[in-house]
């Protein structure tokens, strides 16, 4: 229709100018095959290497569903895949994700075996619903990290959810699987079959459901069609980002009818991008380091990998490290403590003249006067150095419910360095902290020399610019910390990269923080004097 052909022109005029800035993707190393068979003969088998982001999900070595490599660490599938029975009353417990397999009842493809991994956690969607396949989707977390290689590679993930309107309109997608063929058996070779989206009404007299959720029909006219132990399959087309075709991963395999010949629903992955950004990208987050020389150690606390489990944005609830300074009454700005006497805020609203006081703790409330304020000797705005600390009249005894920031210790330059370079990485996603519901929510940089232009307002290099991908408002107040989880031995905590400077109340909202790290060598002549 002439309203599809304008929706591809569209995407694809997007995705061939798209940079790094506006392309955003799960996984920068995904969707590009290394293809032992340059030409798929018939259109049948997938040949070894084409799909190399395939999965093989078992249970007890039986076969149960497919999925698909989606980063180094998760796999996507369908969220009935994981139930055991109709009502899906019982969900499989011991999972296991056969990758770099073509020849299903092969050991091996030439030189290129395949490996298993052990699932270490499942994450269904929250509103998923057996009885009309609502919010078929899930997340298997995997025990140890995909090296990739030839034969195993991640399939893209789109993370732009505003295309949605446009990836609606496309028409021809290409699903893969181990499925029963048209002679009742299932394949031993990978197949892959080109279907076609249908109007979704066509769908709804069939199945007696009305999908009005993020699902779509699809299939062929001449009775092609996914089928049983397809499930949780993608379906994918190819993309242009940077002149380079990816697959990109538009739907899973969710339910057909029961001879499989025709059309199924498929869950749409545009339509859950949420949902998978808000597990894969928390856990992407997390640094591993050996060896930490810190400020103060006492931030690292007793939270362990185990008893620490964070499913979701609300999950992260403790942050024993986040002040709330006083004028009389009034909160007038957020902050971090950082060390036993020394809290770390923004200067714009802090006065050298006026008593202030920190408030400390999370249930267990504890109030600390301010025996001294410090602002960045060369503050003047917002466009540079809005940052202050706030010098304790009494040390704060740490609990469980109150204890430090972590911050690289102030006499070594290589771990300040470390942390640096963390902070300066692009591809970085940290965790914003405010207020309300919820209390936080990962964010990402965006390009600096373009945020706020439009209002006039250079952004500094000592200042980060971060961007929410979700739509949820986060109140993030003056003086808010801009976080990274951090891993050390087993235990857990938080360090610190920034503070709320300004921003907008809005959902998608660019907000600007002070670099906290750009500081160190002053924040260490302040702690000293």
Not at 41 to 63: Q, R, S, Y
Not at 85 to 104: F, N
Not at 268 to 283: K, N, S, T, Y
Request: glycine share 8%; aromatic share 8%.
């Amino acid at each position: 229709s002439l309203e599809m052909c304008r929706a591809w022109v569209v995407l694809f005029a997007w995705m061939l100018t798209a940079g790094r800035g506006s392309a955003r993707l799960l996984d920068e190393d995904c969707g590009v095959p290394m293809q032992l068979i340059p030409k798929i003969v018939g259109g049948v088998d997938a040949g070894e290497l084409k799909n190399p982001w395939m999965a093989l999900i078992k249970t007890n070595d039986e076969f149960i569903c497919g999925g698909s490599v989606i980063t180094n660490k998760f796999v996507l599938t369908a969220a009935h895949c994981m139930c055991t029975d109709e009502e899906c009353i019982v969900k499989y417990t011991q999972l296991t994700v056969t990758l770099g397999v073509y020849h299903l009842l092969a050991t091996g493809e030439h030189n290129h075996p395949h490996e298993i991994y052990n699932v270490e956690r499942v994450y269904i969607h929250d509103s998923f619903a057996i009885q009309n396949y609502r919010n078929d989707i899930a997340l298997l977390r995997l025990q140890k990290s995909i090296v990739y290689k030839p034969q195993i590679k991640p399939l893209c993930i789109l993370l732009n959810d505003q295309l949605k309107p446009q990836t609606d309109l496309i028409q021809e997608f290409t699903a893969i699987g181990w499925g029963v063929t048209g002679n009742g058996k299932m394949s031993n070779n990978l197949q892959m079959v080109k279907i076609y989206r249908i109007d979704r009404k066509m769908c709804e007299a069939a199945f007696w459901y009305t999908f009005d959720y993020p699902m779509f029909c699809a299939g062929t006219a001449v009775g092609r069609d996914t089928c049983k132990r397809d499930s949780g399959g993608p379906l994918y087309i190819h993309m242009l980002f940077d002149g380079i075709k990816r697959a990109t991963q538009l739907g899973i395999v969710s339910t057909g009818t029961e001879d499989c010949r025709g059309f199924g629903m498929y869950t749409d992955v545009m339509g859950h991008i949420d949902f998978i950004e808000r597990i894969v990208l928390d856990a992407d987050i997390e640094v591993v380091l050996p060896y930490i020389d810190l400020l103060d150690a006492g931030c690292l606390g007793n939270d362990t990998l185990n008893s620490w489990d964070r499913s979701g944005p609300d999950a992260i609830r403790s942050f024993e490290w986040l002040a709330e300074v006083y004028k009389d009454s009034f909160i007038i700005s957020n902050g971090a403590l950082i060390s036993k006497t020394f809290v770390v805020t923004t200067a714009q609203l802090i006065s050298e003249s006026t008593a202030l006081k920190v408030q400390l703790g999370q249930g267990d409330v504890h109030t600390y006067a301010v025996a001294s304020v410090h602002k960045h000797p060369k503050f003047v705005s917002l466009a540079q150095n809005d940052i202050a600390l706030l010098k304790l009249g009494e040390e704060v005894q740490y609990t469980e419910s109150i204890r430090p920031i972590c911050l690289p210790s102030l006499s070594n330059k290589a771990e300040q360095q470390k942390f640096q370079r963390r902070a300066a990485d692009p591809a970085l996603n940290l965790i914003a902290v405010g207020w309300g519901t919820p209390t936080n929510v990962v964010v990402r940089r965006t390009n600096a020399s373009k945020c706020y232009r439009e209002d006039h307002q250079d952004i500094g290099e000592q200042q980060l610019c971060m961007e929410s991908p979700s739509p949820h408002l986060l109140r993030v107040g003056i003086g808010s910390p801009l976080v990274n989880p951090l891993t050390h031995g087993n235990r857990r905590a938080f360090s610190l990269v920034g503070l709320a400077s300004f921003g907008r109340l809005e959902p998608f909202a660019s907000n600007v923080y002070t670099n906290v790290l750009e500081y160190l060598d002053w924040i260490g002549e302040m702690v000293k004097a």
